[in-house]
C-alpha cells in the first residue's frame, strides 16, 4: 500500500503528513529528521480519526519541526559574483563574470558565462542572470508540461488554460481554479524528475482539487514513483 500524502490546518498553519498503513493495532505520530510528519497507522484506520489524532498532537509536532529545522541545511544567498555556484536542472554551474559590449548569458562547459558591460556591478550581474532563468524557466516549463500531459490517458483534458513562471516563497507550484498552472521560477533549478513531479502533481489538481485519497490514487496511476521524485527535489533544493 503506497504512502498517502494529507494535511490538515492548524490556526493559520498547514501541518502535512504522510500516512503509512501497517499491520499494527495503534496510531503513532513521528517527526523525522527533515522536519516531515510520519503517521504510522493501522491500515483500516479511518482518516478522520487519523486527522483528529495529528490535531491533537499538533503543537508538539511543530515543537519538533522547529527543533529539527535549525539543523536543516540553507542554500546561502548568493551575492553573484565569479566563481559562485548556481544550480541549473539539477547540476551546479560555476559562474564566470566576462566584460562585454554585449549583455548575454549562456552556459559554456560547466559555467554559466555573463556577458556585461559593468563586471563590477554584481546588481547588474544579478539582473542578467535572474532574466536567463526567467527565460529558461518558460520555455523548459512548457516544454516539460507537453511531456507530463501524455501521462494521462486523456491528455488534453488536463492541459491547464496558462502557465504563469513567479518567484514563490513557499510552494512550487499551484493550479487555479480556472486551470492556470503557476510554477516557482527556482523549480528551473531541479532534476528533470522533479520539475516533471511538480508539474504533474499540479495537473492532476485538474481533475481532483483537493489532497484525498483520489487525488493520490490518481497521482500514484500517472506518476507511479512520485514520492521519490518528491524526495529528490526536497534534497536538490534544500
Not at 503509512?20 to 479511518?46: F, G, H, Y
Not at 483528529?52 to 548568493?78: C, G, H, M, N, S
Amino acid at each position: 500500500m503506497m504512502p498517502e500524502q494529507h494535511s490538515i490546518r492548524y490556526g493559520e498553519h498547514r501541518i502535512d503528513f504522510t500516512i503509512v498503513r501497517r499491520d499494527r493495532t495503534t496510531l503513532e505520530i513521528a517527526v523525522e529528521p527533515d522536519a516531515s510528519v510520519v503517521v504510522a497507522a493501522p491500515r483500516d484506520a479511518q482518516l478522520a480519526a487519523i486527522e483528529e489524532k495529528v490535531r491533537k498532537r499538533a503543537a508538539w509536532i511543530q515543537r519538533q519541526q522547529r527543533y529539527f529545522i535549525q539543523f536543516l541545511p540553507r542554500t546561502p544567498d548568493r551575492q553573484y559574483v565569479a566563481g559562485e555556484t548556481h544550480l541549473y536542472l539539477g547540476r551546479q554551474y560555476r559562474l564566470k563574470i566576462v566584460p562585454h559590449i554585449q549583455a548575454t548569458v549562456k552556459l559554456v562547459r560547466g559555467f554559466i558565462v555573463v556577458q556585461t558591460h559593468r563586471p563590477e556591478r554584481t546588481e547588474v550581474t544579478r539582473e542578467l542572470v535572474e532574466g536567463w532563468y526567467r527565460q529558461r524557466a518558460h520555455v523548459k516549463f512548457l516544454e516539460r508540461l507537453e511531456v507530463n500531459l501524455l501521462r494521462f490517458p486523456a491528455p488534453e483534458d488536463f492541459r491547464p488554460r496558462g502557465l504563469i513562471v513567479r518567484q514563490l516563497r513557499q510552494r512550487w507550484g499551484s493550479m487555479s481554479p480556472g486551470s492556470r498552472l503557476l510554477l516557482n521560477r527556482r523549480l528551473i533549478e531541479a532534476p528533470i524528475d522533479a520539475i516533471d513531479y511538480v508539474i504533474t502533481h499540479e495537473l492532476c489538481h485538474i481533475a481532483v482539487p483537493h489532497h484525498g485519497a483520489e487525488f493520490f490514487e490518481l497521482l500514484g496511476l500517472v506518476l507511479p514513483d512520485w514520492s521519490m521524485r518528491k524526495q529528490r527535489l526536497e534534497r536538490a533544493m534544500a
